[in-house]
Protein backbone atom coordinates (compact mmCIF):
# COMPACT_ATOMS: atom_id res chain seq x y z
CA UNK A 1 0.00 0.00 0.00
CA UNK A 2 1.78 3.24 -1.03
CA UNK A 3 5.08 1.05 -1.13
CA UNK A 4 4.41 -0.14 2.07
CA UNK A 5 3.01 -3.07 3.08
CA UNK A 6 -0.23 -4.06 5.05
CA UNK A 7 -1.97 -6.82 6.37
CA UNK A 8 -5.93 -6.44 7.32
CA UNK A 9 -8.17 -9.37 8.28
CA UNK A 10 -11.37 -8.24 6.32
CA UNK A 11 -14.84 -9.96 5.31
CA UNK A 12 -14.72 -11.10 1.76
CA UNK A 13 -17.39 -8.47 0.88
CA UNK A 14 -15.44 -5.03 1.77
CA UNK A 15 -14.83 -3.03 -0.79
CA UNK A 16 -11.08 -1.62 -1.52
CA UNK A 17 -12.90 1.92 -0.77
CA UNK A 18 -14.34 0.86 2.42
CA UNK A 19 -10.51 -0.98 3.24
CA UNK A 20 -8.58 2.15 2.03
CA UNK A 21 -11.01 4.53 4.13
CA UNK A 22 -12.09 2.58 6.80
CA UNK A 23 -9.37 0.00 8.41
CA UNK A 24 -6.21 2.08 6.75
CA UNK A 25 -7.23 5.90 7.29
CA UNK A 26 -6.22 6.25 3.50
CA UNK A 27 -9.16 8.57 3.71
CA UNK A 28 -8.11 10.69 0.04
CA UNK A 29 -9.91 8.62 -1.80
CA UNK A 30 -13.24 9.58 -1.98
CA UNK A 31 -16.55 7.70 -2.02
CA UNK A 32 -18.67 9.65 -4.78
CA UNK A 33 -21.23 7.60 -6.28
CA UNK A 34 -19.82 4.23 -4.66
CA UNK A 35 -21.07 2.97 -7.72
CA UNK A 36 -18.15 3.39 -9.85
CA UNK A 37 -19.93 5.63 -12.04
CA UNK A 38 -18.10 9.04 -10.99
CA UNK A 39 -14.49 8.04 -10.67
CA UNK A 40 -13.73 10.19 -7.23
CA UNK A 41 -12.61 6.45 -5.62
CA UNK A 42 -10.44 5.61 -8.46
CA UNK A 43 -6.61 4.52 -7.51
CA UNK A 44 -3.60 3.11 -8.82
CA UNK A 45 -3.59 -1.09 -9.02
CA UNK A 46 0.19 -2.38 -10.23
CA UNK A 47 0.05 0.98 -12.28
CA UNK A 48 -3.46 0.50 -13.57
CA UNK A 49 -6.51 2.73 -12.45
CA UNK A 50 -9.39 0.95 -11.20
CA UNK A 51 -12.63 2.46 -9.45
CA UNK A 52 -12.03 1.46 -5.60
CA UNK A 53 -15.71 0.85 -4.58
CA UNK A 54 -16.33 -1.81 -7.32
CA UNK A 55 -13.71 -4.03 -6.39
CA UNK A 56 -13.35 -6.26 -3.11
CA UNK A 57 -10.53 -5.84 -1.15
CA UNK A 58 -9.86 -9.57 -1.18
CA UNK A 59 -9.24 -9.87 -4.92
CA UNK A 60 -6.22 -7.24 -4.36
CA UNK A 61 -4.64 -8.90 -1.76
CA UNK A 62 -0.69 -9.05 -3.14
CA UNK A 63 -0.77 -5.82 -5.50
CA UNK A 64 0.90 -2.88 -4.69
CA UNK A 65 -2.06 0.20 -4.44
CA UNK A 66 -1.51 3.27 -4.70
CA UNK A 67 -3.49 6.34 -3.66
CA UNK A 68 -3.27 9.78 -3.68
CA UNK A 69 -1.31 9.81 -0.44
CA UNK A 70 1.06 7.66 -2.26
CA UNK A 71 1.89 9.69 -5.33
CA UNK A 72 3.86 12.44 -3.52
CA UNK A 73 6.05 9.95 -2.00
CA UNK A 74 8.29 11.66 0.18
CA UNK A 75 8.19 14.18 -1.41
CA UNK A 76 6.52 17.65 -1.59
CA UNK A 77 4.07 16.83 -4.31
CA UNK A 78 3.56 15.12 -7.36
CA UNK A 79 4.23 17.48 -10.42
CA UNK A 80 0.94 16.51 -11.53
CA UNK A 81 -0.70 18.22 -8.07
CA UNK A 82 1.13 21.73 -9.23
CA UNK A 83 -0.04 21.47 -12.60
CA UNK A 84 -3.44 21.12 -11.12
CA UNK A 85 -3.06 24.28 -9.27
CA UNK A 86 -1.19 26.12 -11.43
CA UNK A 87 -3.98 25.14 -14.26
CA UNK A 88 -6.96 26.09 -11.77
CA UNK A 89 -7.93 22.22 -12.10
CA UNK A 90 -9.60 21.82 -9.35
CA UNK A 91 -12.33 23.58 -7.03
CA UNK A 92 -14.14 21.97 -4.55
CA UNK A 93 -11.29 19.71 -4.04
CA UNK A 94 -13.41 16.46 -3.65
CA UNK A 95 -12.71 14.96 -7.46
CA UNK A 96 -8.92 16.11 -7.56
CA UNK A 97 -7.55 12.87 -5.67
CA UNK A 98 -9.31 10.50 -8.39
CA UNK A 99 -8.68 13.28 -11.36
CA UNK A 100 -4.58 12.93 -10.42
CA UNK A 101 -4.75 9.03 -9.82
CA UNK A 102 -6.76 8.77 -12.95
CA UNK A 103 -4.38 10.77 -15.34
CA UNK A 104 -1.42 9.14 -13.87
CA UNK A 105 -2.66 5.94 -15.32
CA UNK A 106 -4.55 7.25 -18.35
CA UNK A 107 -1.13 8.76 -19.34
CA UNK A 108 0.42 5.50 -18.72
CA UNK A 109 -2.50 4.02 -20.96
CA UNK A 110 -1.45 6.23 -23.21
CA UNK A 111 2.43 5.97 -23.66
CA UNK A 112 1.92 2.29 -24.02
CA UNK A 113 0.19 2.79 -26.93
CA UNK A 114 -3.88 1.80 -26.10
CA UNK A 115 -6.06 3.44 -28.15
CA UNK A 116 -9.18 5.75 -27.36
CA UNK A 117 -12.07 6.12 -28.90
CA UNK A 118 -11.15 8.83 -30.85
CA UNK A 119 -7.72 7.61 -31.59
CA UNK A 120 -7.25 8.71 -35.21
CA UNK A 121 -5.69 5.60 -36.67
CA UNK A 122 -5.47 2.33 -34.70
CA UNK A 123 -2.12 1.50 -36.29
CA UNK A 124 -0.63 4.57 -35.67
CA UNK A 125 2.76 4.94 -33.53
CA UNK A 126 2.32 7.75 -30.62
CA UNK A 127 -0.82 9.11 -31.03
CA UNK A 128 -0.97 12.85 -30.19
CA UNK A 129 -2.47 13.58 -26.95
CA UNK A 130 -4.93 15.84 -27.96
CA UNK A 131 -7.33 17.81 -25.72
CA UNK A 132 -10.32 15.27 -27.65
CA UNK A 133 -7.79 12.52 -25.97
CA UNK A 134 -7.65 13.67 -22.92
CA UNK A 135 -11.06 14.43 -22.84
CA UNK A 136 -12.52 11.08 -23.80
CA UNK A 137 -9.70 8.79 -21.78
CA UNK A 138 -10.55 10.93 -18.44
CA UNK A 139 -14.58 10.44 -19.18
CA UNK A 140 -14.85 8.29 -16.42
CA UNK A 141 -13.75 10.79 -13.69
CA UNK A 142 -16.55 13.79 -13.34
CA UNK A 143 -16.28 16.77 -11.64
CA UNK A 144 -19.28 18.73 -10.59
CA UNK A 145 -17.47 21.89 -10.45
CA UNK A 146 -16.88 22.33 -13.65
CA UNK A 147 -13.43 22.47 -13.36
CA UNK A 148 -12.73 20.52 -16.99
CA UNK A 149 -11.16 23.00 -18.62
CA UNK A 150 -8.46 22.98 -16.01
CA UNK A 151 -7.94 19.54 -15.64
CA UNK A 152 -7.11 18.67 -19.09
CA UNK A 153 -4.59 22.14 -19.23
CA UNK A 154 -2.67 20.88 -16.22
CA UNK A 155 -2.73 16.58 -17.81
CA UNK A 156 -1.61 18.75 -21.29
CA UNK A 157 1.15 20.40 -19.21
CA UNK A 158 2.15 17.52 -17.15
CA UNK A 159 2.19 15.68 -20.32
CA UNK A 160 4.53 17.91 -22.16
CA UNK A 161 6.84 18.45 -19.51
CA UNK A 162 7.26 14.87 -19.22
CA UNK A 163 7.86 14.42 -23.00
CA UNK A 164 10.61 16.66 -22.69
CA UNK A 165 12.77 14.64 -19.69
Known amino acids: MNGADASLDLPPQVSLLDALRERLGLTGTKKGCDQGACGA ?21 GREITTIEGIAGDGPGHPLQAAFVRNDGLQ ?33 DGAELTDDEIRERMSGNLCRCGAYNGIVDAIREFAAAEAER
Open 41 to 61: CTVLADGERINSCLALAVQYA
Open 92 to 124: CGYCTSGQICSAIGMLAEHGAGMPSAVTGHLCA
